[in-house]
């Protein structure tokens, strides 16, 4: 679940502010909660540049909670229209630390978006996929490993809510290459973008 606010602050300043609670173990307990947000600047409709920052809550299942700290900086980028549709780009550099171990961990994340309606001249539902990949530039003594760490693909439907909001709904796969422990997850997606 990934609740998302954004829009303009004044003129070209924008900012964006998310609550994103994710839920395992079928739906029994929450695993992670995210708090992020950013202010930018567009450049242009089709360029955007953001400074944000991120608290990230991981419960454990006895003692205290692991807090990790995000720093990050975002380019967000329209490239185009082929097919009747729209490709994007999402870059984000991150700069993390964690209450369970030394050093700063820097990762570089890539969004690759494309979005088409479903019927031609209407954007009531548009078909939806995107795929992100995650690479981890250094290791720190919590855990990163250098090297990539994760991907991350989906595919489902952007559908239009009241005025520029919208909710995207659908499957998201999750592949997580720790080194040796390798695993996938299967996770149902809901994300709610309310914009103004």
């Known amino acids: 679940m990934n609740l998302t606010a954004m829009g303009a602050v004044s003129g070209d300043l924008i900012y964006f502010a998310e609550v994103q609670p994710r839920i395992g173990n079928g739906a029994s307990?929450?695993?992670?909660t995210i708090l992020r947000g950013a202010?930018?600047?567009?450049?242009s409709p089709s360029l955007s540049v953001y400074q944000g920052y991120a608290h990230v809550v991981l419960p454990t299942q006895a003692?205290?909670?692991v807090n990790e700290e995000r720093s990050f900086q975002q380019v967000n980028w329209t490239?185009?229209?082929?097919?009747q549709g729209e490709l994007s780009s999402r870059t984000r550099l991150e700069q993390r630390w964690r209450s369970d171990g030394g050093g700063m961990g820097w990762r570089l994340r890539e969004m690759m978006r494309y979005e088409k309606p479903l019927k031609p001249g209407s954007e009531a539902i548009n078909a939806l996929a995107y795929a992100e990949g995650f690479a981890?530039?250094?290791?720190?003594?919590?855990?990163?490993?250098?090297?990539?760490e994760q991907l991350r693909s989906f595919v489902g439907a952007e559908i239009k809510l009241m005025g520029k909001s919208t909710a995207e709904i659908g499957y998201l796969n999750q592949y997580i290459d720790q080194g040796s422990a390798k695993r996938m997850n299967h996770v149902a997606s809901i994300t709610l973008f309310f914009r103004h």
Request: hydrophobic content about 35%; overall charge positive.
């Open 136 to 148: 981890a530039l250094n290791s720190t003594g919590w855990g990163q490993k250098a090297g990539f």
């Open 29 to 32: 307990r929450i695993d992670q």
């Open 79 to 83: 490239i185009g229209k082929p097919w």
């Open 39 to 43: 202010v930018g600047w567009k450049f």
């Open 63 to 65: 003692g205290r909670d």
